[in-house]
C-alpha cells in the first residue's frame, strides 16, 4: 500500500493550491481518505475527507467554504483544491485512508498514512 501526497509548496495569501494523493495497493471505495495537516508547534488535526462510497465529505471547520474534496476513481487519486489560502493553512499535510470516524475522532484509528506534503502560505 502507498499513498503518495503531492502538490504542496508557497502560495501568497488568498491564492491557491491543489493537493493530490495517489493511492496504489487499494481501491479508493475501501476506505474513507483525507487529509490531515500539522503546523510547527501544533497537534496534528483532521482537515478534510471523502468516504469510500464517495457519498459524504467531512470538513474542520475552519476549511469550510474554502477547500474542496474530490476523488477520481479511475485514477485512485484523491484531491483537495485549497482556494482563499490563509497563514493559518501553514502545514505539512499528510493523505490518510481509515475508516470515516478516524478523521473526526483520533487519528490514531488510520489505517495507512502518506508521507507529508508542506504548504507554505506567506501573509
Known amino acids: 500500500v502507498q499513498l503518495q501526497a503531492s502538490g504542496g509548496g508557497l502560495a501568497q495569501a488568498g491564492g491557491s493550491l491543489r493537493l493530490s494523493c495517489a493511492v496504489s495497493?487499494?481501491?479508493?471505495?475501501?476506505?474513507?481518505i483525507g487529509w490531515f495537516r500539522q503546523a510547527p508547534g501544533k497537534e496534528r488535526e483532521a482537515v478534510s475527507c471523502?468516504?469510500?462510497?464517495?457519498?459524504?465529505?467531512y470538513y474542520t471547520d475552519s476549511v469550510k467554504g474554502r477547500f474542496t474534496i474530490s476523488r477520481d476513481i479511475a485514477k485512485n487519486t484523491m484531491y483537495l483544491q485549497m482556494n482563499s489560502l490563509k497563514a493559518e493553512d501553514t502545514a505539512v499535510y499528510y493523505c490518510?485512508?481509515?475508516?470515516?470516524?478516524?478523521?473526526?475522532?483520533?487519528?490514531?484509528?488510520?489505517?495507512?498514512w502518506g508521507q507529508g506534503t508542506l504548504v507554505t502560505v506567506s501573509s
Open positions: 471523502i468516504t469510500g462510497s464517495g457519498a459524504s465529505t
Open positions: 495497493g487499494f481501491t479508493l471505495d475501501r476506505y474513507a
Open positions: 490518510a485512508a481509515g475508516p470515516p470516524w478516524a478523521f473526526y475522532s483520533g487519528s490514531a484509528y488510520i489505517n495507512y
